[in-house]
Nanobody
Framework: QVQLVESGGGLVQAGGSLRLSCAAS????????MGWFRQAPGKEREFVAV????????YYPDSVKGRFTISRDNAKNTVVLQMNSLKPEDTAVYYC???????????????WGQGTQVTVSS
């Protein structure tokens, strides 16, 4: 079983940056694909970033590519989402999730954090 806790959300002006962290518990953390998803009010959950179990592969949708970076430190059981050049449309609750396979589909993830709010003002 894996437990995930996100932190680092908050209010930032457009063009600013935020660093989200996900702390994981569990002795098998290093075997999981880790992803970030977000959900804005009235909208469907959206894939944001994913990194494979050893951190050698990452994928991003066009909406965030070049602005967001996902990374992991298996020794510390942490995953980070660095968000730069933030836009108002990035406003959402951001979730960290763990999967046994490399996928961008939310239903493919077995464990989810509670979420952290990111608000970008214009």
């Amino acid at each position: 079983q894996v437990q995930l806790v996100e932190s680092g959300g908050g209010l930032v002006q457009a063009g600013g940056s935020l660093r989200l962290s996900c702390a994981a518990s569990g002795r098998t953390f290093s075997s999981y694909t880790m992803g970030w998803f977000r959900q804005a009010p009235g909208k469907e959950r959206e894939f944001v970033a994913v990194i494979n179990y050893i951190g050698s592969k990452t994928y991003y949708p066009d909406s965030v590519k070049g602005r967001f970076t996902i990374s992991r430190d298996n020794a510390k059981n942490t995953v980070v989402l660095q968000m730069n050049s933030l836009k108002p449309e990035d406003t959402a609750v951001y979730y960290c999730a763990a999967s046994r396979t490399l996928t961008t589909v939310g239903r493919g993830y077995d464990y989810w954090g509670q979420g952290t709010q990111v608000t970008v003002s214009s």
